[in-house]
T-cell receptor
Framework: TQLLEQSPQFLSIQEGENLTVYCNSS?????LQWYRQEPGEGPVLLVT?????EVKKLKRLTFQFGDARKDSSLHITAAQPGDTGLYLC???????????FGPGTRLSVLP | GAVVSQHPSWVICKSGTSVKIECRSL??????MFWYRQFPKQSLMLMAT?????????EQGVEKDKFLINHASLTLSTLTVTSAHPEDSSFYIC???????????FGPGTRLTVT
């Protein structure tokens, strides 16, 4: 079983639409990161959230860390074709040095 | 800042040979680096954690004698796939821990094809 679940697995939307991607777990994380990965490339860090309830904004992207630090969401406003990619959440467990990755959400934004 | 490079970006080798992949932190020192494997359209799977000056810690199911990891300096970790087989073909990605335990930055990945 996956320690981190992501939903939806796949999402295909039209340019200009809004969307939300979820990352859920039954475990508590000391921090959680969101990455975007394009085919044939390594993941690129978008944001790190640390505090329960924290909200961070990166242009059209809004990230939220759940109050209990077990879940997170990524909201994209007015999606653009350049947002297309695999979105991965990764959690850092307390007292550990490893990161656990979710299965990813594959987003396709059509022009 | 926080740039990680990998070399080579892709490699094709014959079954039975060994392949070495390098991971370098270009503008920072990384005491901890991670090696991941990614199959097509799947997420990243952690293979091992590499600590400078000590033995790597391998995840369950990863053969340490097959995937040799050496973290000889604060800016370089290497992964050697020994006696490669076609099933070892995959996308190998490294990452380096930056500014404490909460952030890691990834290299661009190495596509290994074993024929």
């Amino acid at each position: 079983t996956q320690l981190l679940e992501q939903s939806p697995q796949f999402l295909s939307i039209q340019e200009g639409e809004n969307l939300t991607v979820y990352c859920n777990s039954s475990s508590v994380f000391s921090s959680l990161q969101w990455y975007r990965q394009e085919p044939g490339e390594g993941p690129v860090l978008l944001v790190t959230v640390v505090t329960g309830g924290e909200v961070k904004k990166l242009k059209r992207l809004t990230f939220q860390f759940g109050d209990a630090r077990k879940d997170s969401s990524l909201h994209i406003t007015a999606a653009q074709p350049g947002d297309t990619g695999l979105y991965l959440c990764a959690g850092s467990l307390p007292y550990g040095q490893n990161f656990v990755f979710g299965p990813g959400t594959r987003l396709s934004v059509l022009p | 800042g926080a740039v990680v490079s990998q070399h080579p970006s892709w490699v094709i080798c014959k079954s039975g040979t060994s392949v070495k992949i390098e991971c370098r932190s270009l503008d920072f020192q990384a005491t901890t680096m991670f090696w991941y494997r990614q199959f097509p359209k799947q997420s990243l799977m952690l293979m091992a954690t590499s600590n400078e000056g000590s033995k790597a810690t391998y995840e369950q199911g990863v053969e340490k004698d097959k995937f040799l990891i050496n973290h000889a300096s604060l800016t370089l970790s290497t992964l050697t796939v020994t006696s490669a087989h076609p099933e070892d073909s995959s996308f190998y990605i490294c990452s380096a821990r930056y500014r404490g335990p909460l952030e890691q930055y990834f290299g661009p990945g190495t596509r290994l094809t074993v024929t």
